[in-house]
């Protein structure tokens, strides 16, 4: 049984090592429109299992308390809350390498509280791009300003009114709370995914239009900081959009977790809660 971590428009979890699992716990109709193109899998594929993803229930089944929150964070309640969840790092191309330390104290010199959830291998791998990212945070101090260290960053966007990224998955997460995104530039990065997926014989990725319709893209900090600026001050912008990419994306978002263990005891022929 395959539980997915994620649903990126890079779909690198539409791999063919995938097919050897005897069930698919797939996130939404796109993951499964994916595998089915990309292997050719009927519409009826016994792998096939809609459930959701169990991950981002709490984003909208009301599990999470932002004031509780917000309070053991130590956030200020008279500011919005930006949080800045790149990518995991690749050299030179993705937003952390590119532009980390810029983006960063720009937002930091905000009127806001600011939230950094960098991804995990920020700070496994920086022996081989000689960037010590755990030892560059620590030097900046700014009053508003948050280090996340935890591994789940669904509690992080909960509590943030606006979201700074590039290509990662917690975009599309981030939909679901229907708040304004600010995606910094990585067309490097972009094509760094196209060459490697047409090395494989593939075409899973959907990274050319990739954002453009649910953020807004910026390549500078003076730009960076008037997207911020412009969606704190028009949070409603994109709206629509953002709530067509949740259907496309996510089945039924707040009750997979539920689905998800019913089918795991019917698998295993237990009745529910033995």
Not at 81 to 109: H, K
């Amino acid at each position: 049984m395959q539980i997915f971590h994620g649903v990126s428009l890079k779909n690198r979890a539409v791999h063919k090592k995938a097919l050897a699992y005897d069930k698919l716990f797939l996130a939404g109709e796109y993951m499964k429109r994916k595998f089915m193109e990309t292997w050719k899998l009927a519409e009826d594929d016994p792998r096939f299992e809609m459930i959701g993803m169990p991950k981002v229930d709490p984003l909208v089944n009301g599990s999470l308390n932002s004031s509780e929150m917000k309070r053991s964070l130590g956030l200020d309640n008279r500011l919005p809350t930006v949080i800045y969840a790149p990518t995991r790092p690749s050299p030179t191309s993705s937003s952390l390498p590119m532009a980390g330390e810029q983006l960063i104290t720009t937002i930091a010199d905000m009127e806001v509280n600011f939230l950094i959830k960098l991804h995990d291998r920020a700070y496994k791998t920086w022996r081989s791009t000689s960037e010590d990212w755990e030892q560059k945070l620590k030097r900046i101090k700014k009053p508003h300003l948050k280090v996340i260290d935890d591994y789940d960053v669904v509690p992080y966007l909960f509590v943030s009114d606006l979201l700074v990224s590039d290509i990662s998955s917690v975009v599309n997460e981030f939909c679901l709370l229907d708040r304004p995104i600010v995606l910094y530039d990585v067309p490097r990065l972009i094509q760094f995914h196209k060459r490697k997926e047409l090395a494989r014989g593939l075409t899973t990725s959907d990274l050319e239009d990739w954002g453009r319709e649910v953020g807004t893209i910026v390549n500078d900090m003076e730009g960076l900081r008037k997207a911020i600026e412009h969606g704190i001050e028009n949070p409603q912008e994109k709206s629509e959009l953002r709530r067509a990419f949740v259907q496309k994306f996510f089945y039924k978002p707040g009750t997979a977790t539920e689905r998800a263990v019913e089918k795991i005891y019917q698998l295993l022929n237990l009745p529910p809660g033995q």
